[in-house]
């Protein structure tokens, strides 16, 4: 885009100064160094400006702006009507709103169709500061209010390639990368000067004569999103579970069988023994194996009391009334 000065090669600054000093010459001749004085004054009161931190002066002489016509913070001096000196704010972070002003709604910028032909309205705050201040006071007429039109230009199509429930849920955040990405690409194809830092969706919902009903399908999908991943969290949690009850019931399986094989080699093996015990003394193993049995027997019962049988023979039974039977009897004596 072709600056709004034209490239002609302006006047040489000393030929004009000569003039103007012959200018001066010429009317110090006729009243006097008074006005020379005065007119010095002026000069140096009015050449005198100031750039603040953060910002850049563009000087311009005779309209044209020269590689070394930047200025940096602090007092500076121009050549009064010859240069003009432009200040901006390299450091501000600017705001713009599209779609809405302040607490009201800008129809016409927020209505938009999506791709799957719903109608949704969207409010977007644009922040962006100038990078390039030559770009962006002499590129574009107005760089502000084509950053607005291309910032609506630019949501309006991505958009209109998305679904309207991945704009208002899923997509949300993909959809501000995108549109921030297109944006800056067009900002810097018209040499604006301008970079967007940030670009964020305010408000996206659909229009007020179906909202309720929208939303209404929207907490019915979500009610059906939760309990997909209630049962897919059953499941997650079931299936191990059971495989691990599974995985024990085989573990402890296999252990019973190996301890009942052991058992079985062992009861086997003790056979075995007594067998050849049997054959070299039958009636030493017979009495042996009686007394073990009986060894056993008598340990297994809680409550037990041995008499000689002679004196069983005579023995009158007595109920042991008022005594504790729980009590153990010792053996071979009485309760």
Excluded: C
């Excluded at 009317?27 to 008074?34: D, E, L, N």
């Excluded at 039109?149 to 630019?154: I, N």
């Excluded at 060894?295 to 008022?322: F, S, Y």
């Amino acid at each position: 885009m072709r600056s709004k000065f034209d490239d002609r090669e302006p006047p040489d600054v000393g030929d004009v100064v000569a003039r103007v000093g012959g200018i001066v010459s010429k009317a110090v001749g006729r009243f006097g160094s008074g006005l020379l004085i005065l007119f010095v004054v002026a000069m140096g009161i009015g050449g005198v400006y100031k750039v603040g931190p953060g910002e850049q002066g563009i000087v311009r002489t005779l309209g044209k702006v020269r590689l070394t016509g930047r200025t940096g913070p602090g007092l500076h001096f121009r050549i009064p009507l010859l240069q003009r000196v432009d200040v901006v704010n390299m450091q501000q972070i600017r705001r713009m709103e599209v779609g809405f002003q302040g607490n009201q709604k800008v129809a016409g910028e927020a209505s938009m169709i999506t791709g799957d032909a719903n109608i949704v309205e969207v409010q977007m705050i644009v922040q962006y500061r100038v990078v390039d201040p030559t770009k962006y006071l002499f590129e574009l007429k107005d760089p502000d209010e084509a950053l607005r039109a291309t910032a609506e230009v630019a949501v309006r199509s991505i958009v209109g390639r998305t679904n309207i429930d991945e704009v208002l849920t899923t997509e949300r955040e993909k959809v501000q990368a995108e549109t921030r990405e297109w944006l800056q690409n067009r900002m810097d194809a018209y040499q604006s000067g301008i970079s967007v830092t940030e670009l964020k969706l305010q408000a996206v919902d659909a229009p007020d004569e179906v909202r309720d009903a929208f939303h209404e399908v929207v907490r019915a999908r979500e009610e059906k999103e939760k309990l997909v991943n209630q049962a897919m969290g059953y499941e997650a949690d079931l299936i191990p579970r059971a495989r691990g009850e599974s995985e024990k019931m085989k573990r402890d399986a296999e252990g019973y069988k190996e301890r009942r094989i052991l058992e079985s080699k062992g009861d086997a093996a003790k056979f075995e023994s007594v067998y050849a015990a049997y054959r070299l003394a039958p009636r030493v193993t017979k009495e042996r194996l009686y007394l073990e049995s009986i060894e056993r027997i008598v340990a297994r019962t809680p409550r037990k009391m041995i008499v000689d049988e002679q004196v069983a023979k005579n023995a009158v039974p007595v109920l042991p009334l008022g005594t504790n039977l729980s009590a153990p009897v010792a053996e071979g004596g009485k309760k």
